[in-house]
């Protein structure tokens, strides 16, 4: 008989073996793997990571990615770093350089990093636990930074640790140190160099890593140098030095080897840069700052109303730049909306302004602001978006009455500001109007512009709008159609001619508001290409003269009430044929006299009676016919029109000789052309 098998002795559940293999270089620590594993997953497969290798494994945690934008974070927490220094009063100076071997280097003439040993890591200067550390700085405690670009502590150390090589300077106390860092981990202790003159500070300096960013990471010196500049914008005490190695300038002429940024006015400094040449509502920019009191932030700003640019809104908290928004914007956005409203009240003007809102505000200016608190809390360590809730007051209170002294200082340009407004919100209450008529339901009885057979597909991406010419060509199209995927609308004649008719007439034009009915994207600067119903438009006219002539009627319309339509790539021409060749039971369709003669010559044998009928229209043509040449897209031929010449200037310039309203320009021009004429006016 078989002896029973020994009973293992009894052991506590966390009884496990307890040897560990010593941390490697770089390595996370992690306990040696027992013989054997419930499921293969026990203790020992938990990593431990140590030190900056967190960032190295996982750098989208800390700066968002890989890419060209999250490259670049890591000078923005060098330059951040520097301007914190100037924001508390302890620096005025700030030079970024870039070298000929890819190096930046961020310099302040601030206090300096803290040199001496730190109190809990008796071995380690307090340079090399910032520097090497994660959440270890001295932003938390309010006493040493009153503010600061963020309480997150991984600024520095971050850039540290996704760079080649990093090497620090500092200047404090009369002495100067330095010490060096491969890939996050120091190269040697903290050397004291001896003593200098005239000089504090910090000096860091360098180099994208390969390793994390690709072989290929690199600055990009336009992008550095946009960011160097904004820094001195937002802050008007700061002068910031810039110096860049010629051989990374190339063509770029701008980007400067040599510049040096002060600007007394900052942020309206920068915003009348920017808009420089673009047609404001209101003349004036709306610019100002507030003073910190009692402990409360401060708040700096500029605004301008825009008519012909398009808006946008820059904010920034601490210097740092919060690209998605967040409660200091929001502050902004209902000052600005109130100080209208209030404007539209004094004015007895407040049923008409009843409808605006926030949005249709923002929609019309381009505007900047910028605010200085203690402690910011950003959503993510990226620091996109601000999250202090005591932002919004404080913008909203800063602004809001600087804001109605401005507008009472000039009420009739105000006023003008007012309309402006106005006129965008009936734009999008109309707008809001156009989306009822959607293709959500087939069962649903749509109330669609025009004649408009539309499709059943609800997205914009894959739908078709074919614009044809005359009634009896829309009823041959709609039989012809696909109709999941493509809508019909016929016009009835030649459309107005935009280029020389007024906005009056525009206005009232039945088949043009059908038009833009049902292309639901809106005109003007009031055009949103998210709203567009069809990812093409195609124009279908007859290929004769006339159709060409409507053809070139709508392309103007585009050109100068939807430019973007035709600059992304949603306008298009169908070319249907003019001749029908017949013989032995082939057919085939020709585009023109010279496709004609071609085909002839291809497809026919010399004494061949074949027979050549002429479509006099699209309406003449059978829909089997219509669908088999011009709109089945296998089979098809579509022409994309776009802007061809680089300069919009000489465009617009070509569009008003021969579509505008001085017809001695368009004289002139046949003139010019008349020796092609048979070749190229007449063969179209």
Not at 460 to 486: M, P, Y
Request: aromatic share 6%; with cysteine.
């Amino acid at each position: 008989m078989a002896k029973a098998a020994k009973k293992p002795a009894a052991r506590d559940l966390f009884d496990l073996p307890t040897s560990r293999s010593a941390p490697g270089r770089g390595k996370p620590t992690r306990a040696a793997r027992p013989s054997s594993a419930e499921g293969g997953y026990t203790a020992h497969d938990i990593e431990v990571l140590e030190g900056l290798e967190p960032v190295r494994r996982r750098p989208g945690m800390y700066i968002g990615g890989t890419d060209e934008k999250a490259l670049h974070h890591i000078f923005a927490e060098a330059i951040d770093n520097a301007m914190d220094e100037v924001l508390n009063g302890h620096a005025n100076f700030i030079k970024v350089e870039l070298d000929k071997d890819g190096f930046v280097t961020v310099t302040d003439n601030g206090r300096g990093i803290p040199v001496d040993p730190h109190p809990k890591f008796k071995s380690k200067s307090a340079l090399e636990v910032i520097m090497t550390t994660l959440h270890a700085g001295g932003k938390f405690d309010s006493k040493v930074y009153e503010t600061s670009g963020g309480l997150h502590g991984v600024g520095i150390s971050v850039t540290n640790a996704l760079s080649e090589k990093l090497e620090v300077e500092v200047a404090r106390g009369g002495q100067l140190y330095a010490q060096s860092f491969v890939r996050g981990k120091p190269k040697g202790g903290l050397q004291k160099l001896g003593k200098v003159n005239n000089r504090r500070g910090t000096k860091v300096r360098f180099k994208p890593d390969p390793e994390i960013f690709g072989a290929k990471a690199a600055f990009n010196p336009l992008r550095l140098f946009k960011m160097t500049r904004a820094k001195a914008y937002l802050f008007g005490g700061v002068e910031i030095r810039w110096q860049c190695d010629p051989s990374h300038i190339g063509n770029a002429e701008t980007v400067p080897e040599e510049a040096t940024f002060h600007f007394e006015n900052g942020l309206e400094d920068y915003l009348k840069e920017t808009l420089d040449g673009a047609t404001l509502v209101h003349p004036d920019v709306f610019a100002g700052k507030s003073e910190k009191k009692g402990g409360h932030g401060s708040v700096e700003w500029a605004v301008a109303f825009v008519a012909d640019a398009d808006p946008f809104l820059s904010s920034y908290c601490n210097t740092i730049p919060t690209p998605d928004g967040g409660t200091h914007e929001s502050g902004l956005r209902s000052a600005l909306a109130k100080g209208i409203k209030d404007h539209a009240e004094r004015t007895n003007q407040g049923k008409r302004a009843a409808s605006v809102t926030g949005d249709d505000v923002m929609g019309a200016t381009a505007c900047m602001v910028s605010v200085f608190i203690r402690e910011p809390e950003f959503q993510g360590q990226t620091k996109d978006r601000l999250a202090n809730n005591e932002a919004t007051r404080i913008v909203e209170n800063a602004v809001k009455d600087p804001f109605d002294h401005w507008l009472a200082a000039n009420p009739v340009q105000a006023n003008k500001l007012l309309d402006f407004v106005i006129e965008r919100a009936d734009e999008r209450l109309r707008r809001k109007q156009e989306k009822e008529i959607s293709r959500k339901s087939a069962v649903k009885k749509l109330r669609l512009p025009g004649k408009l057979a539309d499709c059943t597909l609800t997205a914009a991406d894959g739908a078709e709008l074919f614009i044809v010419e005359g009634d009896s060509a829309g009823g041959s199209a709609k039989q012809a159609r696909d109709r999941a995927t493509q809508a019909v609308l016929p016009l009835r004649g030649k459309i107005l001619n935009v280029a020389s008719a007024g906005r009056d007439k525009l206005a009232q034009n039945q088949q043009l508001s059908d038009l833009i009915q049902a292309l639901g994207c809106g005109t003007g600067t009031h055009f949103r290409e998210q709203d567009l119903r069809y990812g093409r438009v195609i124009v279908m006219t007859d290929a004769d003269v006339d159709g060409a002539h409507i053809a070139s009627l709508l392309i103007t319309f585009f050109y100068r009430q939807m430019p973007k339509l035709i600059d992304n790539g949603h306008l298009y021409l169908a070319v249907p044929p003019l001749y029908r060749l017949s013989h032995g039971g082939k057919n085939f369709y020709a585009r023109d006299d010279k496709h004609k003669a071609e085909i002839l010559k291809k497809e026919f044998h010399a004494n061949a009676k074949v027979e050549i009928g002429r479509f006099k229209g699209l309406g003449e043509m059978m829909a089997a016919q219509l669908k088999e040449t011009t709109m089945d897209p296998k089979k098809r031929t579509l022409l994309r029109v776009k802007v061809v010449d680089d300069d919009r200037k000489a465009t617009d310039k070509s569009v008003e000789r021969l579509m505008g309203n001085k017809p001695e320009a368009r004289f002139e021009f046949i003139q010019e052309k008349a020796e092609f004429a048979s070749e190229e006016l007449l063969d179209v």
